[in-house]
Structures are given as C-alpha cells and as structure tokens.
C-alpha cells in the first residue's frame, strides 16, 4: 500500500515535469514545422535593407512612333553610415567631387540612419560624376541606377506633354494627367545585415524594377514641327504678348498639332516662372473671337434659311446705328452692294449684324451653345477654360449685335477649332483628344480612345454650303494670302480689338486665322492666334495668313493631300507675285531644260546631259524665280 502510494506520487511528478516539457517540444515542431516562413520572414526584415532601383517611366510617342519623352539612365549616391570606416576622409573626397562643402557631406556620412541618401546634391548624377565617386572604391558608399526623364526635342510640345520633378513624379500636363500609368513599379537590391550596419554572409536579392506603361499621342511630330517654328519666327518678327496654334482632324477631334508661346524646356523646368508653365493657351486663354467667329453666325443663318447667300443682297453703308450705338465697317465708306457671300469674304461688320437680327437673341445664341461655346470642349487635359457668354436677361439689341461679328463675348481657342470642325465636317461636333492609346512594354493596348461625337448641329447641306464659302473667302476675299495653287484652301481672318476694364485698346489687338484644308473634304482645321503683334499691320490678313500659308504646306505634305485641280480659282491682284506653269523637261538635255526653265531658278544634281526627273512636276505653278529641281542621268 506504502509503495502504491509512492508509485502514485510519482506518475503524478512524472506528468507535472513531462506535460510542460512536451508542450514545449510540440510548440518548438509547431514553430519550426508550421511558423518557419513567417518568422522566417519577419528575421529578414530584421536584418534586410533596401537599395531602391527606381522605374523606367512609360515612353510617349507621337501617332507615327516617334518619342517625345524618354528615359536616361542615371545613378544616385547612397551611403550606408555603419559600413564606412573613416567619415571624414569620405566626406572629404566627396564633397568637391559633389560640389557641396565638406561639413555637408559628413553629415550624411555620419548620419544615424541605416541607409542615407544624399539629397538633392546626389541624385540623378552625370557618368563623368558617378564614374568619379566609383573610383574611389570606399565601403558604404554605393551608387543605384536611376532613371531620369529627357524630351529629345526640347521645348516642342512642352505645354501639353509636361514635366517630371526629381523624384520622378509628373507635375504637369500629361506627365501629371498620366503619372499613374507612366510612374512603373520601382526594384531593389536587398541585402542583409545586423543591428550594427556590419553585412552578413548571405546573398543579396534583385527585385527588377517595372517599367511604367507608354502612352501614344494624336500629335503628328512634322506637323507639330511646323508649329513651334513659325512660333520662333512670330516671336522674332512681332514680339507678341503671346502666340498660340492649334490643328485638328476635323472628323474625328484628334489633335495633330498644338502650341503656344511662350513655351519652356521641360528638361530645365526650374529655370521658368509658374505663369509660363501652367498656361497651355490653346486651351486657356479664353478672348474676344472676332471675325473668325462669322463662321458660326453664318452657319446658323444658312442652316435656319434666313438667308441665302448666293442670291440675296446686302448693302454696307460703312456704318449701321443699334439702338444709338454706332458700329462701323473696317471698311470707310463701306462695300456697298455685295451678296451675304461676299459680305464673309470681306468680313463686313454691318452685314453681320443683319445677320443676327435675322436670326434673333434666342437662335443665334442657341446655335452658339450648339456649337459648345460657354462649356469645356472636354478636352484630355488640365486647365481648359470655359470663356464667358452673356447672360440671356442681359441680351439685348447691341448685344446681340457685336455677338454676331465676335465681339463682346469670350471663347477659348479650341472652342474655335472644333466650333468651325462641326461647320465643315458635315455638322458633327467631336470631343478633340491628344491621348491615342495606352500600351505596356510588349505592345499590347491597355487603352485606346477613338472619336467621341458630343452632338449634330448642322445638317450636311449647310456643312457643304459653309465649306464652299469658306473656300471663296481664301480664293477671293480677305484670305487670299493663304492660297496655295492646286489645293482647295479654305479660311477665314479674324482681327478682335482687347479690351481691360470694360474699355478698348488702342492698337491692341489680336489677329488671327482660322484654316480648313482640303476645303471639299477637310482632312486638318488650323487656327493661329497672334496677341498684340507689334510693327505691323493691324490687320490679320497681312500677319497671320501669310504664316498660315508655310503651315498650310506643311500639313498638306505630312498628310498627303493630293493635289486637286477643280478649287476655286484666285482673284489675282497686283500686288500678288508672278507665277508660271512649270514645263515638262524631262528627257530634254540641259541645254534645252534651262531654256524652258527660264522663269526659273535651276537647282541640278545628278552626272550627264539628259534630265531623268524633276520637281516639282510638269503642270505645277511656282513663283517668279521659284526652284525647279532636276536630276541628269
């Protein structure tokens, strides 16, 4: 019984000591068996540290592939303080290699943090600089790739595609508006070490970094080219307050080309004040229209059948008295009698305003909503104004009066271009667009956007109507400037007096040109705008046509209009240059090529006696001296 109880007593011990002892070795199974990865991975983001490897940002191509923002790689200092052995012999080298001073540089280096980047002195390095930092082979110090942003060509398209700050981040235009899909997804180099900053041996890990995703662009880089040189050249000609420029392909809204002046280099951002990087004009600047905005009214009074512009007249005092106010022709004296047609072929102010009292307050201000005027056009980027109309209660005679010529009310300018887009396109007005499509590294489309029709306004008769007047007023009336023999040219000026303060300026003014080309079957809408261009004529159809005219080639030659021999012919007038049919040389020697070419200046190439080719072709017209190019066989 004594040993019984003994016996008891000890089984009773036994378990007291052995049910711990086993829960502790099935704990430790149950960590090593069950826990191992999660504590595993929780000692290694203990001991691990990070070298950050920063993303190549998405690439942006024009529509015909051509990058207009690119990547450079670059590298970054990046010191780790525990690892170097002699802080001030580091800092030393460094500094002058850097430009700062040394008592900056060793406080990086002697830092209390376990990974120090040398901000901003260290980032986006050039190679002359890393490759002199490398060479100094010290342990701690180490230098990560990095990306940094370039624009190849500068300062064109700058407005719209924006820029990248040094972190990487888009702070303006697309690059903000896109940050998202171009930012990517940065790497790192992962290594291990203890509490003491002293690295173990074990291997380090790369995680790749991910590029971010390419955006494909509406813009047409030729066309985008023409733009920004006659910009250049507006500047050095009239020193204007600013100058701006759009194309669009009227059928479907997708922007060709956009400018602006003045303009920056995003590749040197920080040497620009924020006014200049903020406005992109075509979209902000918001003014007087002036007579470009005839097309609207009399697109309105075509399609309600107030009048018809063929056949009914109209006769222009010079002058026509609105409710006592007095609104006068640029033109003393007047025109006289002239059908409608004619009176938007010499943009006759008193016409205009029989035009608006024809068609009334509500349906030519109706028409002017129709046509997206007072609302954003919806354009795909930020900053888009929405001009100023009158308030109906406010609306009265004269009002209604200076509406129906452009004056009085605001508009921007690409409420202008797709306005005059819905005219001749058949009567459609699109949402413009400069975003094509989004794609990854392997090509494949994330996004795409296509034409976004926002209403009809017109019918296709009065579209027709509109595209045939447009095209007389290029041929005959004020636009003649912008004729281009063998292309249908169709246009309109416009010269709009500012205003500040509710008054008027006194040779203040900004001219401009609206272009649409073919003018049968428009494939581009052009509008040039000149704010306060000084030493000049004031008005628009000596300034802004002519510039338009060297656009007009441009766009006629990247987008391959053929030529067409059915356009309206020129009213020639003294003061237009001389032309001449070009004859056919080709197959005739030199000798006799120069004697048909008279009229010209001969440009050759080419070994041999007998003309193989030549350019422009047999038919063609050129000026007085204009250059014949041709090739001997």
Known sequence: MFFQKIHKRIKILFLIFFLPFLAVILR??????????????????????????????????????????????????????????????????????????????LRHVTKKTSIERVHPEGRR??????????????????????????????????HTLGYVGIDNQGLAGLEYQYDSYLKGKNGAIQYFSDAHGNRLNLSDVYQAPSAGMNIHLTIDIEIQKSLEREMKNIQDMFSPDMALAVVVQPKTGEILGISSYPDYNPNEYQKYETSVLSRNLPIWASYEPGSTFKVVTMAAAVEEGVVDIINDHFFDSGKVNVDG?????????????????????????????????????????????????????????????????????????????????????????????????AVVNGGYLYTPFVVKEISDNTNTVYQEFSKTLRRRVIQSSTSATMRMALESV??????????????????????????????????????SFMSVVPANDPEAVFYLAIDNPKNTAMLSSYTTTPIARRVLLDIIESLKIPRQEDGMPKDWEWTDPVTYEVPN???????????????????????????????????EKLEDRGKVRILLK
């Not at 008054?503 to 003014?509: P, Q």
């Not at 048909?596 to 193989?612: A, H, K, Q, R, W």
């Open 474 to 511: 290029v041929a005959k009336g004020g636009g003649k400037s912008a004729y281009i023999e063998g292309y249908r040219i169709g246009g309109k000026t416009g010269t709009a007096q500012k205003s500040e303060n509710g008054h008027y300026l006194v040779n203040n003014y900004i001219m």
């Open 28 to 105: 430790v199974i149950y960590i090593q068996v069950f826990e191992y990865q999660k504590l595993n991975t929780l000692a290694q983001d203990l001991w691990s540290r990070n070298l950050e490897i920063e993303a190549d940002r998405g690439k942006i191509y024009d529509r015909n592939g051509v990058v207009l923002a690119d990547n450079l790689t670059t590298s970054s200092l990046v010191l780790i303080p525990s690892q170097i052995q002699n802080p001030e012999e580091v800092a030393k080298s460094i500094a002058p290699i850097l430009g700062v001073s040394e008592e900056e540089m």
């Open 125 to 158: 390095l050039s190679f002359e600089v890393a490759d002199a930092i490398q060479a100094l082979g010290y342990d701690g110090v180490y230098l990560v790739k990095e990306s940094k942003r370039y624009y190849p060509y500068g300062d064109l398209l700058s």
């Open 325 to 421: 106010s007095v609104l006068k022709c640029w033109k003393a004296g007047g025109h006289g009698d002239q059908t409608f047609l004619q009176v938007l072929q010499n943009s006759c102010n008193p016409g205009f305003v029989k035009l608006g009292q024809l068609l009334g307050k509500e349906r030519l201000f109706s028409y002017i909503t129709k046509f997206g005027f007072g609302e954003k056009t919806g354009i795909d980027l930020n900053g888009e104004g929405t001009g100023i109309l009158f308030p109906p209660e406010k609306i009265g005679n004269v009002e209604l009066a200076t509406t129906a010529f452009g004056q009085g009310i605001s508009v921007t300018p690409i409420q202008q271009v797709m306005a005059v887009s």
């Open 585 to 619: 040389v080709i197959g005739k020697s030199f000798e006799e090529a120069k004697k048909l070419l008279c009229n010209f200046e001969i440009v050759s190439s080419g070994e041999g006696d007998t003309v193989y080719e030549q350019t422009p072709k047999a038919g």
